[in-house]
């Protein structure tokens, strides 16, 4: 069982014969951004084009949070244990920390590894601690480049100013810069702003006159030995700075700074990748060290140059515009979206215009069609209330009828001829039918599905055609209701049934106005008339009248003041008047009763309607 | 005086009427139509047995207004009435008030002379009733003032004592009118009187 255990274990051990590995060693924290970059970079490189399987192993020292001097021997003996037995090709180390470290334990806790070196910046390079064989990737600080660019993008700056700090390598880069500067010729006076304690900085940073160039060199101490992260000063250069700031750094680009001559992370990484590969290949040692420097190239902060309004054009085909895709909406954002918003604005107009368009002319075809509807609507609540009204109009004929039949059996079997008789009581029956089907009839028409129609007839028509049901119901209610007509026919334009609905209304509406009065008080009276501006129709009753406060509401629709009422009867009532060009009114007083008139213009005799001047 | 029954027809729908008045004809029934209730009440009620066929719902006074005023008058023909649309409250109310029956239109034959048949029949009993009340009447208006006040007494249970006391007359006077009141009222007895007293009064009511 152990056996078999420790063959499981042991596999990869075994295996390893063919796999190469390599251990990145980093001096610190390997999870930066330039250093995820690089890595990707490098292991994308490696698997490209795979001579062996390779093992990546990873290990950090992190020096930066953590005192190399006191956790070293621990973190020395950690490490001999992990990688006893196993057989590391290749390390990389990253920083010199690590490669001090290298330089210290690799040959106890790694054998025969190879290393490559990444110098994270030119001036940690000291060629000297590299051991025999190794190689290192370095990136140079490029001051003369990034000077080059920067005169470039501004051919006659205000004043030029370095800044740089007072650390070891601060000092040298600054060197450099003078160097470089010297070898330019440089005409202007150069400002050096060097280890300033970072409020004087920004305050001296802010006093330089506007299209000046300002290069910043990093300063990871200021002259009280203050230590800073250089990309913190950065910030805060180009916060306070008026003029335009040029960095020598991959990462400076995308802090603020416009421009520089600056190494790729990427670009190390595929040149970690070359050397690791060369390393694995088991060529023999190369006695001296290769030292080989990324390649430095012009890269730009678009959205920089836009600030400080630089032209991008004179960068030169060779340099890098990062950030470009967003600069573009944020310069243009506002005109963008100004564009969008018309645009959209204009479109919604356009289909707002569309829809109103639309929805109005399906709306006056609605508007009929709802108008009948809500008509009959109305006429089926009112032919409820006309119940016992209908059913004694059609009893009544039938009850004759049957009686009729009745008679005319007990004449047959009187056994005697009685054929003029028989004859005249066929005739009554006959009689009584047609009327109790025309009551059907009627009662059809007033709630059938009925479409408007427009069609020319005779106010009085409509009174007569009414006057049956209307005495029978005034009969059942035990009111008396008066009729009159005009002797003239008056003609008026519309439907005719949605007019018996009007009469209907009104007259029920004025028959309950009169419920609670005492029988022999219980009276309406509906009237026909020529009026100045067309036919009249008249509702009186003796009522218990309309309050004033109620009154205007009358014709409102849900407005009732009855118990049961719903509050559509006059509403309809008006719209019906309304649509057949007329206007309808009320005279009342509490306790006086109430007078409902609808007036309808006339047709004239050429068929037009009368003008309506209300 | 005519025996024969008339039965008044009261029905504002004219053929409803004139069918009716057919009908009730060829059955063998005088009959006569009236298109309103104020048709049939300015018409001189002739003193004949007879019934009224009212419809319901006239215009101007309906026919419960009818039997109201007919009560008011003391006339009591029998009612039947015909509706094309009965609803309870006025069944009950004419019902309450007397009427025979209360039919719906449309009505069958049989249904309607039956009711016409029980109409006449109350009618010939309540003339029956009034003639022996009117003969009572005509009776007890032979009695003179003074035989009034002692049949009053006499049916209230008092003794010719009394009675004799009461009027301030002597009790051989009381009891020779009290003789006389007997024969008048053609009574045997004490208890034959308070029967008639009984009668007249339901004959006023």
């Not at chain 1, 030995?225 to 008026?242: C, F, I, N, Q, T």
């Not at chain 1, 960068?315 to 963008?336: N, S, T």
Request: one cysteine or more.
């Amino acid at each position: 069982m152990a056996a078999l255990v420790l063959s499981f274990i042991s596999v990869p051990l075994h295996a390893a014969q063919e796999e190469a590995r390599v251990l990145m060693l980093y001096g610190i924290d390997p999870y930066l951004p330039p250093f995820l970059a690089m890595d990707r970079a490098m292991r994308e490189s490696l698997a490209s084009a795979p001579d062996r399987r390779i093992n990546f192993f990873s290990e950090s020292l992190d020096s930066q949070r953590f005192a190399m001097e006191k956790l070293e021997p621990e973190m020395a003996a950690l490490l001999a244990r992990k990688y006893k037995g196993l057989t590391v090709d290749v390390v990389v180390a990253v920083s010199q920390t690590a490669l001090d470290f290298f330089e210290r334990h690799g040959e106890q806790l790694w054998p025969g590894a190879r290393v490559v070196f990444v110098g994270f910046l030119g001036y940690e390079f000291k060629p000297s601690a590299l051991p025999p064989g190794a190689s290192a990737v370095l990136s140079t600080l490029d001051v003369a480049g990034t000077i080059e660019i920067a005169r470039r993008l501004q051919p006659d700056p205000q004043r030029i100013v370095v800044i740089s700090g007072m650390s070891e390598v601060d000092r040298r880069t600054e060197g450099q810069a003078r160097e470089e500067f010297a070898k330019l010729k440089e005409q202007r006076s150069v400002e050096y702003l060097s280890g300033l304690p970072l409020a004087e900085l920004e305050a001296r940073v802010a006093s330089v006159p506007p299209d000046s160039i300002i290069i910043y060199l990093a300063q990871f101490r200021d002259r009280d030995g203050r230590p800073y992260e250089p990309h913190d000063v950065l910030r805060a250069v180009v916060k306070a700075s008026r003029s335009p700031v040029y960095g020598a750094a991959e990462t400076f680009i995308g802090l603020g700074a416009v421009a520089g001559s600056v190494a790729s992370y990427e670009s190390r990484g595929r040149l970690i990748a070359e050397q690791v590969r060369h390393k694995l290949a088991g060529g023999p040692p190369d006695p001296g060290h290769t030292v080989l420097a990324a390649p430095n190239r012009c890269v730009a902060d678009a959205r920089a140059l836009q600030r400080w309004a630089l032209d991008p054009g004179r960068l030169g085909d060779d340099c890098e515009l990062r950030f470009a895709h967003v600069p573009i909406w944020r310069q243009y954002w506002w005109q963008i979206g100004l564009t969008l918003a018309v645009v959209a604005a204009q479109a919604t107009l356009i289909v707002a215009l569309l829809s109103q368009r639309r929805r109005r002319r399906v709306a006056e075809q609605a508007e009929e069609a709802q108008r009948t509807e809500l008509a009959r609507a109305a006429r089926r609540a009112t032919a409820g209330e006309l119940t016992g009204a209908i059913a004694h109009e059609v009893n009544q004929p039938l009850g004759a009828i049957l009686t009729n039949v009745d008679t005319a059996e007990l004449m047959l079997d009187s056994g005697r001829d009685r054929r003029e008789e028989l004859r005249a009581i066929l005739g009554n029956i006959r009689r009584d039918d047609l009327r109790a089907s025309e009551v059907i009839q009627r009662l059809r028409d007033l709630l059938g599905n009925h479409k408007f129609e427009r069609k020319e007839f005779d106010l009085n028509g409509v009174v007569s055609e009414l006057e049956a049901i209307m005495r029978a119901e005034a009969r059942r209610r035990g009111v008396t209701i008066e009729i009159r007509r005009t002797p003239d026919a008056l003609a008026i334009m519309g439907d005719r049934i949605q007019i018996q609905q009007v009469l209907i209304n009104l007259v029920l509406n004025a028959m309950d106005a009169v419920a609670e009065e005492p029988e022999a008080r219980r009276a309406v009276e509906v009237s026909v008339a020529k009026s100045e501006n067309g036919a009249l129709l008249t509702v009186r009753d003796r009522g218990h009248g309309v309050s004033p406060e109620h009154r205007n509401k009358l014709f409102e629709s849900f407005f009732s003041t009855k118990r049961n009422g719903m509050g559509l009867g006059l509403s309809i009532t008006r719209t019906i008047v309304e649509a057949h060009g007329g206007r309808i009114w009320v005279d009342t007083a509490p306790g006086k009763g109430a007078v409902f008139r609808a007036e309808i213009p006339l047709v004239n005799s050429n068929g037009a309607l009368s003008p309506n001047p209300a | 005086m005519n025996e024969t029954p008339l039965i008044h027809v009261v029905d504002d729908d004219e053929s409803m009427r004139s069918a009716l008045l057919l009908l009730l004809g060829e059955v063998g029934f005088e009959a006569r139509g009236y298109a309103s209730t104020g048709d049939f009440l300015l018409q001189p009620l002739p003193d004949r047995p007879g019934c009224l066929l009212l419809d319901m719902r006239m215009p101007g006074p309906s026919g419960l207004e009818l039997q109201a005023a007919l009560q008011k008058q003391n006339i009591r023909l029998p009612i039947v009435f015909l509706t094309g649309h009965a609803t309870v409250a006025s069944s009950v109310t004419a019902m309450k008030a007397g009427a025979v029956d209360f039919l719906t239109k449309p009505v069958k034959r049989d249904v309607l002379l039956d009711a016409v048949q029980r109409a006449l029949a109350r009618d010939a009993a309540q003339r029956l009733a009034r003639e022996g009340a009117d003969r009572l009447h005509a009776r007890f208006a032979a009695l003179t003032p003074r035989q009034r006040e002692v049949f009053d007494r006499i049916v209230a249970g008092k003794l010719n004592k009394q009675i004799a006391y009461e009027l301030g007359v002597a009790e051989r006077t009381v009891k020779r009118e009290r003789e006389q009141v007997m024969a008048k009222l053609e009574a045997g007895s004490a208890a034959d009187l308070g029967r008639l007293a009984e009668s007249l009064r339901a004959a006023d009511r």
